[in-house]
């Protein structure tokens, strides 16, 4: 949490990394107020900041570029604390804001790799959980070594095993994901490679 204290801090993360729950959690311990970025042009700055510490979410896909600059110009003379989460970093939204703008904060980012193995089997334990799905540890292996590796990748086959078991009538198991990537069931989505198909 310490990279999220200081004014400026990103993150940079894909769809379902748990940007939001960081700055729900940073917003609480900061006394922050949150703000979607699309409409920022609309919003009183100076309200907004009246905490000293703002929440912006979703920087990058659609937002008011001039007020994103003054908002971080505000935040600056007011000596306040700005959180902004996207899905990308800012250099990738397109944005034409000044270098003076974005080079204070690029130095107190915070990006993501991609998950790990552990964390992206704790990732599917807890997917599987919040649908109350029991699953054995070797369901969790075997996808773990077989999806792309993101946390859109887990959801994705989480989805897809829980949806074929409830149309199939079965539990969601490892036989049934297996039987599942043979088939090629959502390939665009459940991604396997040639190597863990030997």
């Not at 959980?129 to 773990?144: F, H, N, P």
């Not at 039987?179 to 863990?196: F, P």
Request: with cysteine; proline share 5%; net charge neutral.
């Amino acid at each position: 949490m310490a990279g999220l204290a200081r004014p400026g801090a990103r993150p940079g993360r894909p769809e379902g990394a748990g940007k939001s729950h960081l700055a729900a959690i940073w917003a609480e311990i900061a006394g922050a107020r949150r703000v979607s970025a699309a409409p920022l042009g609309g919003t009183n700055l100076l309200a907004e900041l009246a905490t000293a510490a703002l929440v912006v979410e979703d920087a990058g896909e659609a937002f008011d570029e001039r007020a994103l600059f003054h908002l971080i110009n505000l935040v600056r003379q007011e000596e306040a604390y700005l959180l902004i989460t996207a899905r990308a970093a800012p250099a990738t939204w397109g944005a034409a804001l000044a270098e003076s703008v974005l080079a204070p904060a690029r130095h107190s980012g915070c990006g993501a790799d991609p998950p790990d193995d552990a964390l992206l089997r704790a990732v599917m334990v807890k997917l599987f959980a919040d649908r109350q799905l029991a699953v054995d540890e070797s369901l969790i292996g075997y996808l773990a070594a077989r999806i792309e590796r993101s946390f859109a990748g887990a959801r994705a086959a989480v989805d897809d095993l829980d949806r074929e078991a409830l149309r199939q009538q079965r539990p969601v198991t490892r036989a049934l994901a297996a039987e599942l990537m043979a088939r090629g069931v959502n390939s665009n989505r459940i991604t396997i490679t040639r190597a863990a198909m030997a």
